[in-house]
């Protein structure tokens, strides 16, 4: 079926995010049930359990226990045919001409719950956290600030996806407070560190994706396979407090400056509901090595925006509209190269973009790239005005298919 054929006969308001084309995979709890896997379809969460216990899913290599899990990463170890198929099924269930559960009005109380009476929990649990390098706008601004402007990337930058290998612990789901970090941080070149909470607090708009299991340790995944490993993406903040990454970075890296907090869209997104958002990415020069070239158009038009909303306000300012297609390196290259060496990859890995910044200064992915260094605040439709994130202020992205990630940030 395609997508203009997917019609359902659940009500889907027009450009809703999460159309019958969609599915997305979650976890949910209620009062009266425990947190278990979904899907989304409209403004109702599927119970695929209750699906399950119930007959509907009949015939499909998923059982009773998969099912009732507090995360996704059993049903993903059972590998890409089949969480398809599973998608498959519900897409069929759900279509207006398939009367199986549609007629059944005694079974839609156990199948269909609504999203404004359950509880979004973190979909998955994740074992190891990879946070890429990969927008060149992003890096070239980065490099502007902090380096040469006439050599603002780094020599490596185009020959390989870089990346750090972060902290998974502190992945939380959209909704989760994050609190200010504590550190040290050297404001003045000449005078000693101090110790105190991070001045220079900064969002990271960023998509990441979550991985089936890979391949024993020792051998590596190829572009060309790159996909089947691949589950399904979540909108993803890498929030960051740049005044006490500035001082530790040379020479580990992030460190205390990132591992303090991440957070997450609720709902992963296959990648085969995005197939016809898929399109070419940029010419990459110089010419890749060998096991970083693909073929297809394996980048992906999707709209994203980053709003700031003050404490006590019910709206507040947009201060990005960026797009996932502004990617250098993408997922098949960033996979390919993760695992060049040998690395073995676990079911429930996570996989973030880096920073997505575009060419135009409404388009950058970070307060440090939209107020440069804090030099261009940002005004705020409450009077006041923004070089960084302050106490209380909630933190927004958005995008067509994953919803939103909201996070809102707590005093040290």
Known sequence: MTNASLTSWIDVPAGHDFPLANLPFGVFSTSGRSARPCMRMADQVVDLSACHALGFLNGL???AEVLAAPVLNPLMKLGKPVTVALRKRIQKLLHVDCAELRDRSDAHASCLVAVADVEMHMPVEVGDYTDFYSSED?????????????????PNWKHMPVGYHGRASSIVVSGTPIRRPMGQTRPDLEAPPVFGPSRLLDFELEMAFITFEGKPMGERIGTSEAEDHIFGLVLFNDWSARDIQKWEYVPLGPFLGKNFGSSISPWVVTLEALDHLRVAGPSQNPEVLDY???????????????EIVPDGQLSGQVVCRSNFRHMYWNMRQQLAHHTVNGCNLRAGDMMASGTISGPEKGSFGS???????????????????????R??????????Y??????????A
């Open 61 to 63: 290599e998923v059982n």
């Open 138 to 154: 992003h890096a070239r601004n980065v490099g502007k600030m902090f380096r040469d402007p006439e050599n603002a990337l780094l």
């Open 292 to 306: 970083l070239k693909y073929e297809g158009d394996s980048h992906y038009d999707v709209p994203l925006e980053v």
């Open 367 to 389: 307060m440090l790239e939209i107020s440069w260094r804090g030099t261009d605040p940002v005004a705020m439709p409450d009077g006041t005005e923004r070089k960084f994130i």
């Open 391 to 400: 106490d209380g202020d909630t933190v927004v992205m958005r995008a067509p």
């Open 402 to 411: 994953f919803g939103e990630v909201r996070g809102k940030l707590l005093p």
